[in-house]
């Protein structure tokens, strides 16, 4: 490949990192400017047809399998391609940004595969993509190591064949990437993700018995996994690696998404994972989608919305039986407890829902799971491990009784369970919280023991937003209305302020996330995600 001329896209307001020439070399930008203009249009106008397609079930209020492709679901031939070694076994995955430290304990942590993330559990500054970056470059040619400045704990990673494999998360469709320009116009975040760890990792994956393998998040649609299909056709031609190299798994986090499975694994048969059980995105989507469906589509408490609610197992139990029926993997959803160093009451009951829930999702078929914590890996791995003992997957189980019919998905009105009081200051606290967080450049957060990330967020703020909507009137007797919210939110402030104490709060964020929490939650003009009007006051 002849040296390619100097790249047409600019950097834009962003100060000089560390080391970036590593990552923007014009090789680099030059294959980035590629996707952009080949692949750019396309995803645009996908994104004008999901706001089509939201118009529609607005008045509808309902959704189905899609009768123009169920020839695909009714011909039993096809199959993706046979894993990778590399991707064979997953039974534990663990997930987390790919700041220094995490990037070395999530490659250390004894979980199978570690979910490097541009996406939810990173907020997109400057810094975290383009050191995210380096630090992955590191990793691989094992030039990292982290000193920790607070304790004096080294970290470094263990040798080779201990390590996780990685696969990597690029930000969604959605979001633009402003600091990377082509002609006065961002790029997407998706193809800047996905461009420069590709440029820089493809061949040094393979090099070492692995692969560019992508989890794909935000995915609404079979027309978008075509386009992502063809993101890497052509990548692969570019660097000259061969076809099938790539491997995705597909994140089943929007209630569309859940109804064209098989149709999203057809599209990337050559390059198909396998798919995973989303649970805080795919909440999310069936208020965005259904919010102002009426009653029947008002959920309870976030924390009400078990796994085991009736069209959550209809969603579970579909995926696992779409996955091996077509020889993909099926991966469940995440454990987000994080240890207590402090309270062995609060993690012994803990630890104990933890294995209830990885001993269902290992019952039911799914070949893996995810945490979000090193300790809770042999947790998860002990369930998995009884399932399948030497056995890298359970593909060859095709739960072929298991039959689920489109209204199943959207029987929110099966659970029993009402919105409460403490279900809408929770969602307040928590949209705080989490949202301060975000503005100062973080994208996982404990809070309140658990590792909360940016699908939390949205959640809590559309839980908050249809509640009011739907005119709820909770157990105690109070109606929810944006008064109430207001007055929710900053009782909520003034007890974060009187915790944390004057000079962490005025050093803080707090008060624009409490105002960007209210903006959200009460516009009548509903925003489709909350990191759309967060990024524009992202510093960095």
Not at 311 to 338: P, S
């Amino acid at each position: 490949m002849s040296a390619p001329a100097p790249s047409p896209l600019a950097v834009v307001d962003a100060a000089p990192l560390p080391r970036q020439e590593e990552v923007l070399t014009d090789a680099a930008l030059a294959f980035v400017a590629e996707l952009h203009r080949r692949f750019t249009p396309r995803r645009d106008a996908l994104l004008a047809r999901r706001a089509e397609r939201r118009a529609e079930i607005a008045r509808t209020s309902t959704l189905g399998f899609l009768p123009e492709t169920a020839a695909i679901r009714a011909d039993d031939s096809w199959k993706v391609a046979p894993a990778p070694a590399a991707l064979n076994d997953r039974r534990v995955e663990i997930t987390g940004p790919t700041d220094r430290k995490m990037t070395i304990n999530a490659l250390n942590s004894g979980a199978r595969v570690w979910l490097a993330d541009f996406e939810d559990a990173s907020a997109p500054t400057w810094e975290n993509v383009v050191l995210g970056q380096v630090n992955l470059i590191d990793a691989y040619t094992r030039n990292i190591d982290f000193t920790d400045s607070r304790s004096g704990k080294t970290y470094a990673l263990k040798p080779a064949e201990e390590l996780a494999t990685v696969v990597m998360r690029p930000r969604g469709w959605h979001l633009e990437e402003r600091h990377l320009t082509f002609e006065g116009r961002p790029v997407p975040g998706a193809l800047v993700d996905f461009g420069l760890y590709f440029f820089h990792n493809a061949q040094r994956l393979i090099d070492l018995g692995k692969g560019p393998y992508f989890y794909l998040p935000k995915t609404e649609s079979h027309l978008e996994a075509r386009l992502w299909n063809d993101i890497f056709v052509f990548a692969q031609d570019y660097v000259g690696i061969p076809q099938g190299t790539v491997r995705a798994t597909v994140l089943i986090e929007t209630i569309t998404a859940a109804y064209e499975m098989e149709e999203i694994l057809y599209e990337l048969r050559d390059h198909a994972a396998g798919l995973n059980a989303g649970r805080w995105d795919y909440l999310f989507s069936i208020v965005k989608n259904f919010r102002d469906g009426g009653p029947k589509f008002v959920l309870p408490d976030r924390n009400a919305v078990t796994m085991t609610a009736p069209f959550m197992r209809a969603y579970t139990e579909l995926l696992v039986r779409t996955c091996h029926k077509r020889g993909a993997h099926a991966i469940g959803g995440m454990a987000a407890f994080i240890p207590s160093r402090k309270d062995a009451e609060v993690n012994k009951v803990a630890f104990e829902k933890v294995k209830a829930d990885k001993d269902r999702e290992a019952g039911d078929g799914f070949d893996g799971s995810w945490v979000a914590h090193p300790d809770l890996v042999p947790i998860a791995m002990a369930s998995f491990d009884a399932i399948l003992g030497e056995k890298p997957n359970q593909k060859d189980r095709l739960r072929e009784d298991v039959r689920v019919e489109g209204p199943e998905l959207i029987d929110i009105a099966s659970l029993d369970a009402k919105p409460t009081y403490d279900g809408l200051r929770n969602a307040v606290q928590v949209g705080i919280r989490y949202i301060e967080a975000w503005l100062r450049g973080l994208g996982a957060v404990a809070i309140f023991n658990l590792m909360e990330d940016a699908a939390t967020a949205e959640i809590s703020r559309s839980q908050i937003w249809q509640w009011i909507n739907a005119q709820v009137v909770f157990e105690n007797g109070e109606q929810a209305t944006p008064e109430l919210a207001r007055k929710v939110a900053a009782e909520e402030l003034a007890a974060i302020r009187a915790e944390i104490g004057e000079e962490a709060f005025a050093s803080g964020k707090w008060q624009q996330a409490h105002d960007l929490l209210l903006h959200v939650s009460l516009d009548a003009d509903y925003a489709d995600f909350l990191t759309l009007p967060a990024y524009d006051q992202l510093v960095g």
